[in-house]
């Protein structure tokens, strides 16, 4: 057993920073005092930290210091064989884990509303995705999980495949029945490759859903920004031994990261970590109680509805994760979007993400019973001032959404991306191959992929939420009123 409340790359970086060295290294601002005093004063003696690679403070891609203390201190606590530091986010570590399972041609199964990441994953080790629809719930407007039945008819058709990808959970806190699924997977050989950026803190609460490594998974890419206290840009990526070659993991990760890795983002993973091992269970559990507790409030707003365990049950709804707070604003008949700009506007709050239906609001261990009620009360202040039809078909017949079926897949992502492309307009695009990735952010997940027949369900679908103000991402055309295709 390792000691938890130990933090090894922190304690390095704070013992190098006050051992008063005159530094003739990297970065140029010299521990700040090169730095304009405007970015100075506002960072602050953070600065000091701001280091490179030398003895005493490791190397990311051949950790033998304080980085692999650190890095085994985090695979002990959620049970993995390794772990790793990710300092360009989930996203790199997701191309990583993709990198590792497989080359060109090799066959991936993939959710259909995976992240943009495991596209770009997808295109840059040459693999071939097969797309496997998840559940939709229309009432809400949302895609769930993928079911475990639909995991094992891609298996069947696809045998030869290298792996499968899961999301544990979906953006919105749904989460399939992951352990069923790796017990299909491993059956066959075949690994299981974890998208958890949601679900770093899963592993503190039996009132979450169960974290990836714990059912069986051999690969896990987590978020520990985007939940827990570290900075921006950090992750981890766990793993088994068995059905991952570890040396080959270790490659492609040095691959997608940087050689001067940030040693502030580093250690506030370091640290992140050391605060879950000693105070995890606690914080987490009043975090879910302000959930619980704003929930309850929510859905007793007229014209409202957040949604919860009431949807369990249902096909690729196994288990949930109530720190997710997505409130329906649909009944007062008004786009997700539009509550986003209010609320950021009128009442300064912002919110993690809106849809053409929803806004999503993360309740973490940095919120507070005050920061609770000024939500409640500001979504309270809308519904008075946007009274509408409290009838969800309606609203949905007005709006005339229907989520589109995954379109074909005609030739490989990466052999559409980078072959001979022209420009046309994205209204007369259908049944052309779409040669770029189109994706509204956030979730970030891709409407369209590279290799994919442009249906003219799936053209409507994209105008419904351009028409909604929803936000563009991947194509050169970011307004997309052209799109490039294979010529």
Not at 456 to 461: M, N, Q, S, T
Request: aromatic share 6%; glycine share 8%.
């Amino acid at each position: 057993m390792l000691d938890q409340s130990k933090t090894p790359l922190f304690e390095a970086l704070s013992k190098y920073a006050n051992d008063d060295v005159t530094p003739f290294h990297t970065p140029g601002h010299k521990m700040g005092k090169g730095m304009h005093h405007d970015l100075k004063e506002m960072l602050g003696t953070s600065l000091k930290l701001d280091l490179t690679i030398m003895p005493e403070l490791d190397d990311l891609h051949e950790p033998h210091g304080p980085i692999k203390e650190a890095q085994d201190l985090a695979a002990e606590l959620y049970g993995a064989d390794h772990s790793y530091f990710m300092v360009n986010g989930t996203t790199g570590g997701i191309y990583a884990m993709i990198l590792a399972i497989a080359g060109p041609g090799d066959k991936i199964i993939v959710p259909r509303n995976a992240h943009r990441s495991t596209i770009g994953g997808i295109i840059l080790s040459g693999a071939s995705p097969v797309f496997v629809r998840p559940e939709i719930d229309t009432e809400i407007g949302l895609a769930m999980g993928v079911s475990p039945a639909s995991i094992e008819r891609a298996l069947d058709e696809h045998p030869d495949a290298k792996g499968i990808v899961v999301i544990n959970p979906t953006y919105y806190g749904v989460a399939t029945d992951l352990k069923a699924i790796v017990d299909m997977a491993h059956k066959r050989s075949i690994p299981v490759v974890v998208d958890e950026a949601h679900g770093p803190h899963l592993k503190f609460s039996d009132q979450l859903p169960i974290q990836a490594l714990d059912a069986g998974a051999d690969i896990v890419a987590q978020s520990t920004h985007k939940l827990l206290g570290a900075m921006t840009q950090c992750s981890l990526v766990h793993c088994r031994e068995g059905l991952i070659r570890v040396p080959r993991l270790k490659a492609m990760l040095q691959l997608v990261q940087s050689t001067s890795p940030n040693y502030i983002l580093m250690a506030s993973i370091d640290v992140a970590r050391m605060q879950m091992a000693k105070y995890g269970e606690e914080l987490w559990q009043k975090a879910i109680e302000l959930s619980n507790y704003a929930r309850k409030q929510i859905n007793e707003i007229p014209g409202l509805y957040c949604f919860g365990e009431e949807k369990l049950g249902t096909p690729g709804s196994y288990s949930f994760d109530p720190t997710k707070i997505t409130v329906t604003v649909k009944g007062l008949g008004i786009k997700g979007t539009e509550a986003q700009d209010i609320l950021r506007h009128k009442h300064k709050i912002q919110v993690e993400l809106s849809d053409v239906y929803n806004v999503l609001f993360l309740i973490t261990i940095g919120d507070s019973k005050e920061d609770i009620d000024k939500l409640i009360n500001a979504l309270r202040d809308i519904a008075i001032n946007h009274k509408g039809n409290y009838n969800f078909e309606s609203i949905a017949k007005i709006y005339n959404i229907k989520y589109p079926m995954p379109p074909a897949q005609v030739i490989l992502p990466r052999d559409a991306l980078f072959g001979n492309t022209i420009v046309v307009p994205f209204e007369d695009s259908e049944g052309l191959v779409c040669a770029e990735i189109v994706t509204f952010y956030p979730p970030g997940i891709p409407m369209l992929c590279p290799g994919e027949k442009i249906s003219k369900e799936l053209i409507d679908y994209c105008n419904t939420l351009k028409n909604a103000n929803l936000h563009i991402s991947g194509p050169e055309d970011h307004t997309l009123k052209t799109i490039k295709v294979v010529d």
